[in-house]
């Protein structure tokens, strides 16, 4: 089974900050590669597929990159809204779909 | 408009049952792969399973294999997880989706139902 892993768990920043997280496959996923912005309360809401591709209606402050195992999702300018919980997912086969940990975006 | 709306959570004793379903409307319910994806409060995303359009190809989360059951009626436009042998560990918000509803990943999401495991 491929396990995810993502860093930093908890991120404090500021309005206007860029932030990076980090997500890492245990094997290769090519670009099977999904993140996602969760506010509480709320289902997930699709930002980037295909490790590096926007939906949307996404901001392009948004952007993802990587292939096979490692991963990034930056956020160029960190905006009041952009404060939410986010989970990369790797979709390489339909055996098994699985999340990272997650990465809790607060104000700094 | 896309929908998908979950309902049947509630409230079981572990060892209970319980049935969940996903009433999917807004497009050709039958063309799409499905998913189950779970919460616990307070705690990250859970893959549980996924069907392929005509249900002959299941899968599932390590420790969903052998007490759920996912299935789909095309007819009715609604997907099912049938839930035996529940653990308080199941608790959590199921949340029912589609993969490749506008794009290749998992796109459209339902707002969830509650099941809460507990004597």
């Known amino acids: 089974d491929v396990q995810m892993t993502q860093s930093p768990s908890t991120l404090s920043a500021s309005v206007g900050d860029r932030v990076t997280i980090t997500c890492r496959a245990s094997q290769s996923i090519s670009n099977w590669l999904a993140w996602y912005q969760q506010k509480p309360g709320r289902a997930p809401k699709l930002l980037i597929y295909?490790?590096?591709n926007l939906d949307g209606g996404v901001p392009s402050r948004f952007s993802g990159s990587g292939s096979e195992t490692d991963f990034t999702l930056t956020i160029s300018s960190l905006q009041p809204d952009d404060f939410a919980t986010y989970y990369c997912?790797?979709?390489?086969?339909?055996?098994?779909?699985?999340f990272g940990p997650g990465t809790k975006v607060e104000i700094k | 408009d896309v929908q998908l709306v979950e309902s049947g959570g509630g409230l079981v004793q572990p060892g209970g049952s319980l049935r969940l379903s996903c009433a999917a409307s807004?497009?050709?319910?039958?063309?799409?792969?499905m998913s189950w994806v779970r919460q616990a409060p307070g705690k990250g995303l859970e893959w549980v399973a996924n069907i392929n359009q005509d249900g002959s190809e299941k899968y599932y989360l390590d420790s969903a294999r052998g007490r759920f059951t996912i299935s789909r009626d095309n007819a009715k436009n609604s997907l099912h997880l049938q839930m035996n042998s529940l653990r308080v560990e199941d608790t959590a918000v199921y949340y029912c989706a589609t993969y490749g509803g506008r794009l290749p990943a998992v796109d459209w999401w339902g707002q969830g139902t509650l099941v809460t495991v507990s004597s």
């Open positions: 997912q790797q979709y390489n086969s339909w055996s098994q779909f699985s």
């Open positions: 807004g497009f050709t319910f039958s063309n799409y792969w």
């Open positions: 295909q490790a590096s």
